[in-house]
Structures are given as structure tokens and as C-alpha cells.
């Protein structure tokens, strides 16, 4: 069975850096195909793609977001983590992460999300 | 980057009947290579994450109901809802996984009449 968990501050002031972790179990981010997204979801409003690491630490990144986004993954702790810098309230969001299944490449498993309110 | 637009943005349907959600992409999400459509369908309810109901454009999951339904090719999908259920009240989202930057539709949002 596969669990994804968001972890991390759920208030932060804005220009601040956010550091969020996924932390995972049921898969391995070594195996072959095998990735993790970051997607987020502002209240009330649709998804938006943030960030993938894939098996062989390759990265990809939003375009619009790209300047400030970095993933990182340490695969003996089965971890995944996101920062996300100068932080604004317009990033006030919902932050998933989820598994990219290998084989059909899908994001098939999400975490809970965790909602992080940008305010002074 | 892919643009995925849905329509309708909101359906009601009475219980037993058909819910036909539309979800259209800027490009091809053929891969030649195998002949699939790199597109997936989700279902959220308020407060949870993200459901995958359908991947490949009509491959559903493990453990989802066969009134779920998923056809298209090319550009245009759509995800049906044969004799709506009440525990089908959610949002439903397409995603495209051809390409990064992956794009979500604006979601259609499926309420009873």
C-alpha cells in the first residue's frame, strides 16, 4: 500500500522561505520510472503543478514558478522536499505531493495536502 | 504548455441519470510510440485530495465503480458518469501527462438536480 505525507509549517510570513517534506512509503524512488510531484490548489480553485523528481534525480519545474521552486529527494529516507521561495499570499494553498506510478507514468497515490496560509 | 479546458465548469444531474464532462487539450496526447493517450481523470471531494478515477484516457482504477467511464482521443476526452450516485457530488479534473509541464482542466463540478 502506498502513503504519501505532507509535512511542514502551515504559517509563513511573506518573503519567507517554505520548506515542505513528503514523506513516503510503499514505494522507492530508486525504482525505475518511478516520481514525485508537488501540486498545489489555492481555496476554492483548481490544481496547479508544481515540481517532479523522478527516479534518476532528474527535476522538472513549473515555467512560471521555476525561479523560485527547488525539489530534492533522499531515497534512503524515502523523502521528497519542495522550497519554495519569497513566499507571497497568492501562494496561500493546499500543497500535495503525489506518487508517478512507473509503467503508465500517472500520478496515481496523493498525500492529505497541507494548507499553507501566507499572512504577516 | 498543454492547455486542458473542461466544460461544462458545473452539471446537475438526478440521481440514476447520465453526467457527460468534457475536457479538451491544445495538442495531441497520442504517444506514437505506444499508441495511449496520456491523459487522466480525477474525482475530489471537498476536503480530500484528488481521486484517480481513469488513466490512459479509458483505463479505469482498481476499485472504481464501472459507472465511471473514459473515451476520446487526440484532443477530445470526456468522462462519463452512467446512473449518478449521490456519493458522485464532487469535482471532477482532467490532467494531461504527455508533457511537462503537467496542466490540470479547471475542474466541472457535478451536483444533483
Known amino acids: 500500500q502506498i502513503t504519501l505525507k505532507e509535512s511542514g509549517p502551515t504559517l509563513v510570513k511573506p518573503t519567507q522561505t517554505l520548506t515542505l517534506t513528503c514523506s513516503f512509503s510503499?514505494?522507492?524512488?530508486?525504482?525505475?520510472?518511478?516520481?514525485v510531484a508537488w501540486i498545489r490548489q489555492p481555496p476554492g480553485k483548481a490544481l496547479e503543478w508544481l515540481a517532479l523528481?523522478?527516479?534518476?534525480?532528474?527535476?522538472r519545474y513549473s515555467p512560471s514558478l521555476k525561479s523560485r521552486l527547488t525539489i530534492t529527494k533522499d531515497t534512503s529516507r524515502n523523502q521528497v522536499t519542495l522550497t519554495l521561495t519569497d513566499m507571497n499570499p497568492v501562494d496561500t494553498a493546499t500543497y500535495f505531493c503525489?506518487?508517478?506510478?512507473?509503467?503508465?507514468?500517472?500520478?496515481?497515490?496523493w498525500g492529505q495536502g497541507i494548507l499553507v496560509t501566507v499572512s504577516s | 504548455d498543454i492547455v486542458m479546458t473542461q466544460s461544462p465548469d458545473s452539471l446537475a444531474v438526478s440521481l440514476g441519470e447520465r453526467a457527460t464532462l468534457n475536457c479538451k487539450s491544445t495538442?495531441?496526447?497520442?504517444?506514437?510510440?505506444?499508441?495511449?493517450?496520456?491523459i487522466a481523470w480525477f474525482q475530489q471531494k471537498p476536503g480530500q485530495p484528488p481521486r484517480l478515477l481513469i488513466h490512459?484516457?479509458?483505463s479505469r482504477e482498481s476499485g472504481v465503480p464501472d459507472r465511471f467511464s473514459g473515451s476520446g482521443s487526440g484532443t477530445d476526452f470526456t468522462l462519463t458518469i452512467s446512473n449518478l450516485q449521490a456519493e458522485d457530488v464532487a469535482t471532477y479534473y482532467c490532467?494531461?501527462?504527455?508533457?511537462?509541464?503537467?496542466?490540470f482542466g479547471g475542474g466541472t463540478k457535478v451536483e444533483i438536480k
Open positions: 503525489a506518487h508517478r506510478r512507473n509503467g503508465d507514468f500517472v500520478l496515481s497515490s
Open positions: 510503499g514505494f522507492s524512488l530508486t525504482t525505475t520510472g518511478v516520481g
Open positions: 523528481i523522478y527516479w534518476d534525480d532528474d527535476k
Open positions: 495538442q495531441s496526447l497520442i504517444y506514437h510510440s505506444n499508441n495511449k493517450n496520456y
Open positions: 490512459w484516457a479509458s
Open positions: 490532467q494531461q501527462y504527455y508533457s511537462t509541464p503537467l496542466t
